[in-house]
């Protein structure tokens, strides 16, 4: 199957500071991308959905000028947590689908805690 | 809008003994239904979709699920559980193109006894 790399696999950063994390398809061209987030023994909900080139898509509820998504090229879009606070604590997983895949593959997920 | 429910938050079974997990969605269109497994920090590997067509699905690690339409459900199956398929399960409904803006159910951990 294809494959999607999260980078980094854990952060941990001060209050008020931002922090950035990467999405890559690896071995093909992810058209488009979603942003998922999981608090502590609960499920994912879908934060928003980028495409390639264009502005992302938030899901009702999720703060746009907080969580920055770019989608530049077609193998990498990254996820801005601006000035980041304990409550942004979670743990945040990409998931990426290119024009040929009938699926989307997730990457491995990247653990933040804001201290 | 879709939503998915998983009743059984935590279900622990023997080894070797047989594994079903539920899963209910709501939607107005014909679904398509995955299910995901998922290890302690880890990201999500999918076990299995369900797109259109024969409606007991074949999946990896022996897994197989069934859609019943008239019962809006995709339980989840697995014969004979090993030690390794203690995880999380996750149960997913889509929308949009090949189903891929997913809405998760809430996920139901699965404990295996030796």
């Known amino acids: 199957g294809a494959v999607v790399s999260q980078h980094p696999s854990r952060v941990i950063c001060k209050s008020g500071t931002s922090v950035k994390i990467e999405c890559r398809s690896l071995?093909?061209?992810?058209?488009?991308m979603f942003w998922y987030r999981q608090f502590p023994k609960q499920s994912l909900m879908l934060m928003a959905t980028?495409?390639?080139?264009?502005?992302?898509?938030?899901e009702q509820g999720v703060e746009k000028d907080k969580f920055l998504i770019n989608h530049a090229s077609l193998t990498l879009s990254t996820l801005t947590v601006t000035s980041a606070h304990p409550e942004d604590s979670s743990f945040y997983i990409c998931?990426?689908?290119?024009?040929?895949?009938?699926?989307?593959?997730f990457g491995q997920g990247t653990r933040l805690t804001v201290v | 809008a879709q939503s998915v429910t998983q009743p059984d938050i935590h279900i622990t079974v023997s080894e070797g003994a047989s594994l079903e997990l539920r899963c209910n969605y709501s939607y107005g269109a014909t679904p398509y239904l995955f299910w995901y497994v998922q290890s302690p920090g880890q990201g999500l590997q999918l076990l299995l979709k369900y797109f259109s067509g024969d409606t007991l699905v074949q999946g990896i690690k022996g897994f197989e699920a069934e859609f019943k339409r008239s019962q809006s459900s995709f339980n989840l199956r697995k014969p004979s559980v090993h030690w390794s398929d203690a995880a999380e399960y996750f149960c997913a409904v889509g929308a949009g193109a090949a189903g891929n803006k997913l809405t998760f159910g809430g996920g139901t951990r699965v404990l295996v006894k030796p």
């Open positions: 071995d093909f061209q992810a058209t488009t």
């Open positions: 998931s990426a689908r290119g024009r040929r895949n009938t699926e989307a593959f």
């Open positions: 980028s495409n390639e080139g264009s502005k992302a898509t938030y």
